[in-house]
């Protein structure tokens, strides 16, 4: 079976971004300071918790009263969980 060209410059540029030139990554470690925010949401910016909230929407509530007006863009909003040895693994 030929293949046509347009499968085969595909393939080609699948197989050009499974090289070893591909960058690892690192994975993220967790903050120690979100021991203290436990069952809270976080906003979480260059390294640094920057507000917290008991619901997302607080959370977000929060961010738009920091000032300088901004201050919270970029931030990353999670939830803390507690911690704790179980692990789930997600199939499908």
């Known amino acids: ?6 499968r085969v410059a595909r393939l080609r ?10 960058k690892s990554m690192e994975p993220e ?5 979100l021991d203290n925010y436990v069952g809270l ?8 918790v920057i507000a917290a909230a008991s619901t ?3 959370l977000v509530d929060a961010l738009h009263k920091l000032r300088p ?3 919270g863009r970029g931030a990353v909003a999670q939830y803390v969980p507690r911690p704790t ?8």
């Not at 040895?85 to 499908?92: E, P, Y």
């Open 29 to 33: 470690r967790r903050l120690p300071d």
């Open 41 to 48: 949401w976080v906003a979480v910016k260059d390294g640094k």
């Open 69 to 71: 007006v901004g201050a």
């Open 56 to 58: 997302s929407l607080e």
């Open 85 to 92: 040895d179980q692990i789930m693994i997600g199939v499908g």
């Open 13 to 22: 540029a699948y197989r050009c971004g499974m090289g070893a030139r591909r």
């Open 1 to 6: 079976m030929a293949h046509t060209p347009w």
